[in-house]
């Protein structure tokens, strides 16, 4: 999957979000960038994708991830609402639930 970030026009616009999103969170930009998580919440088996929403139980509606960092001992996982605009984002410690990561190419 070539690297996008939602509702951004083109290559330049999504690299501007996508650097955007990562000073709000505080997050590094590296060439390296998930496309999906996925990880083991209360025994439940979740997944979540850049351009699609989150599971139902993070109560976050409709809104899609716009980005997912790796940061040094966690996932920061970002919407609009949570870690853009306002609020934080939602946090996936590596080491006690994290399955997988894939990467854009």
């Known amino acids: 999957m ?6 951004a026009k083109d290559d330049i ?3 501007q979000v996508y650097s955007a999103f990562a000073r709000s969170v505080k ?5 390296k960038r998930i496309w999906k ?3 083991r919440d209360r025994e439940i088996d979740m997944e979540c994708e ?3 929403p989150l599971p139902p139980s993070y109560q976050t509606g409709k809104e899609l991830v716009m980005a997912i960092f790796e940061c040094e001992n966690l996932y ?3 919407t609009l609402t ?13 080491k006690l639930c994290i399955l997988s ?3 854009f190419r």
């Open 76 to 78: 920061k996982i970002c």
């Open 27 to 31: 997050a590094p930009i590296t060439e």
């Open 2 to 7: 070539k690297f996008f970030v939602p509702a």
């Open 13 to 15: 616009k999504a690299e």
């Open 82 to 94: 949570r870690g853009g605009v306002k609020g934080e984002p939602i946090l996936g410690w590596q």
């Open 37 to 39: 998580l996925q990880w």
């Open 50 to 52: 850049v351009g699609k």
């Open 101 to 103: 990561n894939i990467f």
